[in-house]
T-cell receptor, first 113, second 111 residues
Framework: DGGITQSPKYLFRKEGQNVTLSCEQNLNHDAMYWYRQDPGQGLRLIYYSQIVNDFQKGDIAEGYSVSREKKESFPLTVTSAQKNPTAFYLC????????????FGPGTRLTVL | EDKVVQSPLSLVVHEGDTVTLNCSYEVTNFRSLLWYKQEKKAPTFLFMLTSSGIEKKSGRLSSILDKKELFSILNITATQTGDSAIYLCAVEEGGADGLTFGKGTHLIIQP
C-alpha cells in the first residue's frame, strides 16, 4: 500500500544531542514537508523540498537541518542549536508543491530530557 | 480504519453559495479538533475546537463541534474564488498521540 511513514513514533533525547527523524514515502510525490506542532497550536513549517536535491527553509528552520538525496526520503535533524525541541513532528508529501493535497505521516513525538 | 473522515472529498460550487464541510472522528482520548486551509505549501490554521456546541466564527467562516456525535462542520457563507483550497480537519489526542489528519476536502469556487 502507498503511504508515508515516520519513525520512530516516540523519541527521547538528552540535551545537547542531535537527533534525526525519518520520513519515507512511496507515493512517488515530488514535494515533501516537515512541520512542528505544539500542544494547542497549529502547524508550523520547518523545511520543505520541491524536488530531489533541493530544499527551502520554512518559517522556523533555525536549529533544524534536512536532506533530500532520494525522492522517497526527507530526514529531519534536530540539532542541539534548537532551543525548544520537545514537540510533535509531522512529515507530509504532495504530488507537487502546488495546490495538491498533502498527505501526512503519523508523526514523531520528540521529548528532550 | 481511518480515525478522521472528511466529506465530501471534493466540491465545486458557484461564487456566493454557502458550503458546509464535514469532519467525523473516532479517537479514544480527544483533546481538540482543528481546521486548516491549504492553498500553497503550509496549511493555514483556521479554528481549534474543544468544547461541544460553541461556534467559532471568523468572518464568513464558522465551525462547530459536536462531541456527542463526534463530528464537526466548517461553514463558509457567500463564497469567493479565494476560498478555493483544500480544507483539512485534524484531531488532537491527549497524551503523546499527536495529530491525525483527514484526507481533506478539495473546494473549488467557480466565478
Amino acid at each position: 500500500d502507498g503511504g508515508i511513514t515516520q519513525s520512530p513514533k516516540y523519541l527521547f533525547r538528552k540535551e545537547g544531542q542531535n537527533v534525526t527523524l525519518s520520513c519515507e514515502q512511496n507515493l512517488n510525490h515530488d514535494a515533501m514537508y516537515w512541520y512542528r506542532q505544539d500542544p494547542g497550536q497549529g502547524l508550523r513549517l520547518i523545511y520543505y523540498s520541491q524536488i530531489v536535491n533541493d530544499f527551502q527553509k520554512g518559517d522556523i528552520a533555525e536549529g533544524y537541518s534536512v536532506s533530500r538525496e532520494k525522492k522517497e526520503s526527507f530526514p529531519l535533524t534536530v540539532t542541539s542549536a534548537q532551543k525548544n525541541p520537545t514537540a510533535f513532528y509531522l512529515c507530509a508529501s504532495s504530488i507537487d508543491p502546488g495546490r495538491n493535497t498533502q498527505y501526512f505521516g503519523p508523526g514523531t513525538r520528540l521529548t528532550v530530557l | 480504519e481511518d480515525k478522521v473522515v472528511q466529506s465530501p472529498l471534493s466540491l465545486v460550487v458557484h461564487e456566493g453559495d454557502t458550503v458546509t464541510l464535514n469532519c467525523s472522528y473516532e479517537v479514544t482520548n480527544f483533546r481538540s479538533l482543528l481546521w486548516y486551509k491549504q492553498e500553497k505549501k503550509a496549511p493555514t490554521f483556521l479554528f481549534m475546537l474543544t468544547s461541544s456546541g460553541i461556534e467559532k466564527k471568523s468572518g464568513r467562516l464558522s465551525s462547530i463541534l459536536d462531541k456527542k456525535e463526534l463530528f464537526s462542520i466548517l461553514n463558509i457563507t457567500a463564497t469567493q474564488t479565494g476560498d478555493s483550497a483544500i480544507y483539512l480537519c485534524a484531531v488532537e489526542e491527549g497524551g503523546a498521540d499527536g495529530l491525525t489528519f483527514g484526507k481533506g476536502t478539495h473546494l473549488i469556487i467557480q466565478p
